[in-house]
Structure formats: structure tokens, C-alpha cells
T-cell receptor, first 114, second 108 residues
């Protein structure tokens, strides 16, 4: 069956450019999370969606980061004016029903900012 | 203080050995606990949930000590395929917080 998909799988961009990362969660999963993982580091929580609402955006590192979710399905994470410290793997995960259920992760988008 | 802390390892063990490691968490009100496994350059996947009474899944045993706020994972009869990074995960409300992981390498 289809799992969580993310696109692009790899993105190389120049400092100062905007990037948009996409996540397609498992159909029917109402909870959606974005995390990022820097090389050799743990997962850093960015944002959580329940349906189309994001009750907690406090994990977003700066106002250059934004995320939205439409139709209770696809989510996009946008990073404006990228900086080198934004380089990381951005992971999306979804879960069925309420938060705290098992997370299913996508393969991630590896972002490199030159 | 980090919400979830783990010994990064690495733990290098021979096949067939037993390896165990802990994770500590800072929020005494945390509701649920999990171990995830992450292979190199892959996404994390759920290994097992951790229940208050402790639980086993084959060669894997997880324990929770709420009084001391730590979780443990024990792997018996290690296999080469157990080589991975093991992530401790703690649920607070809706937020799942991940430790940085403990790396285990099983050698032939």
C-alpha cells in the first residue's frame, strides 16, 4: 500500500532562494508532522497539523519557515530566503486518528543550501 | 535540558551478544513512550511501544521506569541486521519528542 511520500527527494539551492517541500500523507491520516534532522543529530520538531489546523507552530525555527495543509491531506513546508544552516533532511510523518498514534515517516527531502 | 537524552554510543557488539541502553526524559507528565529504529540514511520506523509493565517483542525488551524517568531497550541474541540507530520517543500531549539516538553496530 502507499506510504507517506515526499518530494523532491533531494533539493540543492542557492542561499537566499525560496524552496517548497511537499508531503503526501497516508490517506485518512488526520495528524501530520514535520521534523528536520541535521547530520548526526536527532529529529527536531517543526510543526504539527490536526486536519488543516496547526495548533503548534512553535517549532518553526524562524519566520522564514511556514507550512500549510489543505484538504486534510497534502502539506507543504516553505522556506524563504534559505540559509546554509537550513541544510538538513526534512521528514514528514502522518498518523491515524489522534496525536500520539504510531507515526509513519516519509523518506524525507534532503535540502542542501549552497 | 533536552526533553529526551540518550547515550549516543556506539555500542559495538558481536553477533549473539546482549546489548542494552537507556534513555531519560525530562517531563514527568509524559504520556507514552516508544522506540523507533533508523537505518543509515533512511526514515525512522516504529520498533515498539513501551508499556508501564514492560514488554517484549521477540528478542527486544523495553522497560519504563516512571519514578526515575527513564526507558530502556535490551536486545538479546544480536543479529547483524540489528545494526541501526535506536531512537527514544516520548509523547507530551500531541508532541512526539525524539532523542538523538543510540547507535548499535553488530559485528560478525
Amino acid at each position: 500500500g502507499a506510504g507517506v511520500s515526499q518530494s523532491p527527494s533531494n533539493k540543492v539551492t542557492e542561499k537566499g532562494k525560496d524552496v517548497e517541500l511537499r508531503c503526501d500523507p497516508i490517506s485518512g491520516h488526520t495528524a501530520l508532522y514535520w521534523y528536520r534532522q541535521s547530520l548526526g543529530q536527532g529529529l527536531e520538531f517543526l510543526i504539527y497539523f490536526q486536519g488543516n489546523s496547526a495548533p503548534d507552530k512553535s517549532g518553526l525555527p524562524s519566520d522564514r519557515f511556514s507550512a500549510e495543509r489543505t484538504g486534510g491531506s497534502v502539506s507543504t513546508l516553505t522556506i524563504q530566503r534559505t540559509q546554509q544552516e537550513d541544510s538538513a533532511v526534512y521528514l514528514c510523518a502522518s498518523s491515524l486518528g489522534s496525536a500520539g498514534a504510531i507515526l509513519f515517516f516519509g523518506p524525507g527531502t534532503r535540502l542542501t543550501v549552497l | 535540558r533536552k526533553e529526551v537524552e540518550q547515550d549516543p554510543g556506539p555500542f559495538n557488539v558481536p553477533e549473539g551478544a546482549t546489548v542494552a541502553f537507556n534513555c531519560t526524559y525530562s517531563n514527568s507528565a509524559s504520556q507514552s513512550f516508544f522506540w523507533y529504529r533508523q537505518d543509515c540514511r533512511k526514515e525512522p520506523k516504529l520498533l515498539m511501544s513501551v508499556y508501564s509493565s514492560g514488554n517484549e517483542d521477540g528478542r527486544f525488551t523495553a522497560q519504563l521506569n516512571r519514578a526515575s524517568q527513564y526507558i530502556s531497550l535490551l536486545i538479546r541474541d544480536s543479529k547483524l541486521s540489528d545494526s541501526a540507530t535506536y531512537l527514544c520517543v516520548v509523547l507530551n500531549d500531541y508532541k512526539l519528542s525524539f532523542g538523538a539516538g543510540t547507535t548499535v553496530t553488530v559485528r560478525a
